[in-house]
């Protein structure tokens, strides 16, 4: 479990200020010994900012896969008509092997087409009728004290 700077600063902090041992305090806490160490690392290092979590730097980022490929996946999965998952991840294993690169997992491939933007594929597979239908913006008002939403065209009372 996460726990912010300010938590686990008053874990160590009997240590840091009153040099109770680490071992009773991992033994009190539950945390084990190894993760107060380098919390207190942190803090004489760093203050109070070192025992903030970290986000990763490669976030959101596909390590072991090339650019060329990953374009090629995003490309299938938005090809029309819509081309299956199965079909994606043969050809993307064929062109793994001519490129002399890794196969890539199913899973991995299913992650990347999970995350391209609904609107990008309803675009590219439905059409821009159906995308303006589904994502079309919303304007939203106050008219006689209720809420109004409007579209292009339409008009919805809410509340």
Not at 25 to 34: D, F, G, Q, V
Not at 100 to 116: A, D, H
Not at 149 to 154: L, V
Request: proline share 3%; charged share 25%.
């Amino acid at each position: 479990m996460k726990q912010d700077s300010y938590t686990k600063y008053k874990i160590i902090q009997p240590c840091i200020e009153d040099k109770v041992s680490l071992s009773g305090i991992a033994i009190a806490s539950s945390i084990p010994l190894r993760t107060l160490q380098r919390w207190c690392k942190l803090y004489k290092d760093q203050g109070l900012s070192g025992l903030t979590h970290k986000t990763r730097s490669d976030r959101g980022k596909y390590r072991n896969i090339s650019m060329q490929l990953l374009h090629f996946i995003e490309g299938l999965a938005l090809k029309k008509p819509k081309v299956s998952m199965a079909a994606i991840c043969h050809k993307t294993s064929e062109l793994a092997k001519i490129l002399n690169e890794p196969t890539i997992s199913y899973n991995t491939i299913f992650k990347i087409i999970n995350n391209l933007p609904k609107g990008m594929v309803v675009l590219a597979q439905e059409g821009d009728k159906i995308y303006e239908e589904t994502f079309d913006l919303l304007y939203m008002g106050v008219f006689a004290g209720r809420y109004e939403i409007s579209r292009k065209r339409s008009l919805a009372l809410c509340l």
